[in-house]
């Protein structure tokens, strides 16, 4: 069969009445397909539609084949193995029960065509790079690299014809993401994934952008679709500059006129005035006059009217390309200071040993393969987890992003949860730093928990940076996932105002060179601990 999904007129609209999917139609073939877009602009909605976990508001979405969708949290918390996971539990205890000797038509209708699911499972999980982990595994100890893996090898030993993937690559490491990458290149279904990743974008046939509801089309992979917006932009640029011209000359023009009309007027007065024609001659030139005026001035600013549209049209073909610019002195640290002392730290749940030293403003990305202990490294450097044995000596104000964004109350707004973080702060104080995060006007009253991925970044990172006292070191988990690449430059020049000590944890190589590393501290992998071990990062 082949693949193919096709959407007609789709249609989202919310119950407060935004329209966040509207009227999208696309026919899409086998290949791989890729939707980006700024985070809150549709595209994990527009895959739940797809996958039928939402229904629309109007319109239809047709596939002849089986279709599997991973969601950026893939699991319910209700799974304890890896056969759990992978949907086989119930397959593989029918199995076993044919194999001791039952005969119960149950369990042969339950195996139905899945005698060799075992082996297929095994060549699943090998293919993701799982295959040290047996069937009967717990799912205790993974770290979220791992289970978006496993998560994945449940949808690719379904076989299906269409895969969905929402951010698959959030909380892989380079070795995950490569093999994410294998396995986008040799499906032979229709593939469709909502992704910021580049090096994953590049390995696609074809670019939808999700914008203003809308999905438009771009052949090619990320950087074919970035070459076709940037060429439309600087002719956006162009217009833009014309139009304003034009309408500068206009808007002369206009006044040059009303000037003409005013001498016009002035001298039809003075004759009037002397009296050197008859009335009914006078009244006859004065109509005349006032018509050719009215005429002279509608003309001209029906031409002003018109430049000022071909401006207004000029502008909205371009893109928005503010800039976050922070200036935080309260952060600063002094090149000599000691920051944080970690010495022959064994962490909690691996089998680490961890020796440390942060000095004055340094950067440093900690890296490793996903569950060598990242995670749990920055948890126990602020004092959330209790080093095994060791030492940590933390010698000035820390503040620590977790994975989650779950610091702000989701009830309150952006400028309230931030009053809450610095309260000595003045109202135009408050409103000022969140201008500078991009929160202006209204936007600084929203409530935390309307706001996308980057906004809530966005959000965090402003209280965060703005807190009493201030931070002079930061720790970040995996501050990209589920970041659009608009979003991720904004988190860039966030941090660059940033003068303290800096600890990321990211398997996002293009980020940590622009943030400008002093070194890379690796954690080397370890095996993964023995089942009913907590999780580690």
Aim: net charge negative; hydrophobic share 40%; with cysteine.
């Amino acid at each position: 069969m082949r693949a193919s999904l096709s959407l007609h007129d789709l249609t989202l609209t919310w119950p407060d009445g935004t329209t966040v999917v509207d009227r999208v139609s696309a026919d899409l073939g086998p290949g791989r397909h890729a939707l980006v877009g700024a985070n809150g602009s549709g595209k994990s909605t527009l895959l739940r539609l797809v996958a039928g976990d939402l229904s629309p508001t109007s319109g239809t979405v047709s596939t002849p084949g089986t279709l599997a969708y991973l969601p950026q949290d893939p699991l319910t918390g209700d799974e304890r193995t890896v056969a759990d996971v992978l949907g086989v539990s119930s397959v593989l205890a029918a199995l076993r029960a044919v194999e001791s000797g039952s005969t119960d038509i149950v369990h042969y209708e339950t195996v139905g065509d899945d005698w060799d699911v075992e082996d297929r499972a095994g060549v699943v999980l090998g293919r993701l790079g799982l295959d040290r982990l047996t069937l009967d595994r717990t799912t205790d100890g993974l770290s979220g690299g791992e289970l978006v893996m496993l998560s994945l090898g449940a949808r690719l030993l379904g076989r299906p014809d269409v895969l969905l993937l929402d951010e698959p690559t959030n909380n892989l490491d380079g070795v995950a993401r490569e093999r994410l990458v294998e396995v986008v290149d040799g499906f032979r279904g229709l593939l469709l994934v909502a992704s910021h990743d580049r090096q994953l974008l590049d390995h696609v046939d074809q670019v939808g952008e999700v914008r203003d509801g809308r999905v438009r089309w771009f052949s090619g992979t990320y950087d074919d679709y970035r070459a076709a917006v940037d060429a439309e932009q600087e002719a956006a640029e162009r217009d833009v500059r014309d139009a304003e011209q034009d309408l500068r000359k206009q808007r002369r023009e206009l006044a040059e006129a009303e000037v003409k009309l005013a001498r016009r007027k002035r001298y039809g007065q003075k004759m009037s005035e002397q009296k050197r024609e008859p009335k009914i001659v006078m009244g006859n030139r004065k109509r005349a006059a006032q018509e050719s005026a009215a005429r002279l001035r509608g003309q001209h600013q029906g031409d002003v009217s018109d430049a000022r549209s071909r401006l207004e049209d000029a502008e909205g073909r371009l893109r928005d390309d503010r800039e976050v610019r922070l200036d935080l002195p309260a952060t600063e640290v002094p090149s000599s200071r000691v920051v944080l002392t970690m010495e022959g730290v064994r962490l909690a749940h691996v089998d680490t040993v961890v020796d440390l030293d942060v000095r004055g403003p340094e950067r440093v990305a900690i890296t490793g393969r996903n569950g060598s202990g990242k995670t749990t490294l920055l948890r126990t450097a602020v004092g959330l987890l209790a080093p095994v044995e060791g030492e940590v000596r933390l010698r000035v104000p820390a503040r620590h992003l977790p994975q989650r964004l779950d610091l702000l109350d989701p009830s309150l707004s952006v400028v309230d949860n931030l009053r809450r973080a610095a309260p000595s702060m003045s109202e135009t104080e408050l409103r000022s730093a969140l201008a500078r995060l991009l929160f202006r006007a209204r936007r600084a009253d929203q409530p935390v928990g309307s706001l996308s991925g980057g906004e809530r970044l966005r959000a965090t990172l402003g209280c965060v940076l703005h807190a009493e006292p201030a931070p002079q070191l930061l720790l970040l988990d995996e501050p990209t996932n589920n970041l659009d690449l608009v979003s991720t430059a904004h988190l860039v020049e966030a941090l660059a105002g940033y003068r303290g000590a800096l600890l990321v944890v990211s398997h996002d190589d293009r980020f940590l060179d622009d943030l400008g590393l002093d070194r890379r501290f690796a954690i080397d992998h370890v095996d993964p601990p023995p089942p009913g071990a907590g999780t580690t990062g």
